[in-house]
């Protein structure tokens, strides 16, 4: 019997057993994946995220992976751009973007150094529930016999079509569907010395340098293009950064390494996240479009509140229910407004003027380009930043 089982082990599962166990909890964490292994992601880490895993005595082995400090985020917009370095956070000044083979495998070995019990290769088919408690999982072990396992609770870190979540008929609520589709490749070669994100019209490009000297260079277009963008996919692909001659120019000295990968399976959406003896976290419990580069710093900062909510919850410190409730309102009550932000930036339509006056204000100041950033990455709670008194303050410096 363990204290916590938790289902799926990268950026929401691993951090959740790892915290746990460290609190002296009896974890389990599986996953049908092994490590190290990639997923449809790309995987930039804002400051706050990489401050996160110095906290977690992480850091250390990210760096010596060898992924690049970003000096500087552009966001063009073609008449001018917001040019500037992130904001530091607890004394953390780089963004970075660590290959999820790299970042997954660091967060399951402190799981398993932290004395939780992982798992690799196991795929859970359900819940073992009794008396309307989830109270266990039963599945297949990597050698295809079936397994069950019981706990006080199981956590569902298993993703967008999370098991945990269907078992339990969590039902979504805030709900968009998905807005765009985007396509990314690995390229060698292509000179960048922090995030670049262009905005073409129907089209964004994004450039993030990773580990072993390589980028990310990451398309994306609105759902009702995906069909069009299909039939012809390079060719859809390199007219889009050829809306951004200078770009196209690097990528094109550069040389692609690995195949392009897709997915237009991008909706937006919190899913009711706890119930007796289960609880969600990550992609599983929140999900929503990359614009934003979010799911893994959100993923991290959800399984420090559910951690501790599961150990007071566990340590008899509070009723476990009114502890997970705390969890999930303090996550909907942070997140919403990156929500609403995530679905309008999603829809790719055209900036209305006053829209497109605030970011020129915003470019045209260093200073407010960082904080700018910073509010981005949630350092400035964004529904401040976006706060009419703060709007008409940049637009008064501005002078407009
Ligand atoms: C195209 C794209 C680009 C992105 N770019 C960024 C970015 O730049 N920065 C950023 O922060 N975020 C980004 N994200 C979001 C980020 O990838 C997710 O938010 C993050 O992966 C969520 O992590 P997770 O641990 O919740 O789920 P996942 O990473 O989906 O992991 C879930 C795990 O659960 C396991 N699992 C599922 N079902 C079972 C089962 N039944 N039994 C056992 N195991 C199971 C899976 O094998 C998997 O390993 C991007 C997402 C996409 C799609």
Known sequence: MFDVIVVGARVAGSPTAMLLARQGHRVLVVDRARFPSDV?????????????????????RVLASGTPPYEYFRMDFGE???HAP???????????????????KILVDAAA?????????????????????VVGIHGRDRT????VERARIVVGADGLRSTVAREVGAEPYGATPSLTATYYAYYRGVAAGGGEIYSRGDRAVVVFPTNDELACVFVSCPTK???????DVEGQYAAAIDRVPELA????????????????????FFRTSHGPGWALVGDAGYHKDPCLAAGIMDAFMCAETLAVAIHSGLSGERDMDESLAGYVAHRDAWFTPYLDLTTRLAAME??????????????????????????????????EYLSPGNIGRIMARAGQ
């Not at 995987?43 to 706050?48: A, E, S």
């Open 40 to 60: 449809i992601s790309t995987h930039l880490l804002h400051v706050p995220a990489v401050a996160i895993l110095r906290r977690w005595g992480l850091l250390e």
């Open 80 to 82: 001018f751009a917001i």
């Open 86 to 104: 992130a904001p530091a956070v607890d004394g953390v000044q780089h963004p970075r973007c660590v290959r999820r083979t790299v970042l997954d």
């Open 113 to 133: 150094e932290a004395s939780a019990e992982v798992r690799e290769g196991f795929t859970v088919d359900g819940l073992v529930v009794e008396d309307g408690a």
């Open 144 to 147: 295809g016999a079936q397994v």
């Open 225 to 231: 293009d995906f069909a069009e963008f299909r039939t």
């Open 249 to 268: 120019a690097r990528v094109r000295a550069g040389e692609r390494v690995e195949r392009m990968r897709a997915t237009a399976d991008l909706p937006n």
């Open 350 to 383: 055209p900036p209305r003027p006053e829209q497109v006056a605030l970011l020129a204000a915003i470019a045209a100041d260093p200073a407010e380009s960082t904080r700018y950033i910073g509010a981005l990455q949630g350092s400035t709670p964004i529904g």
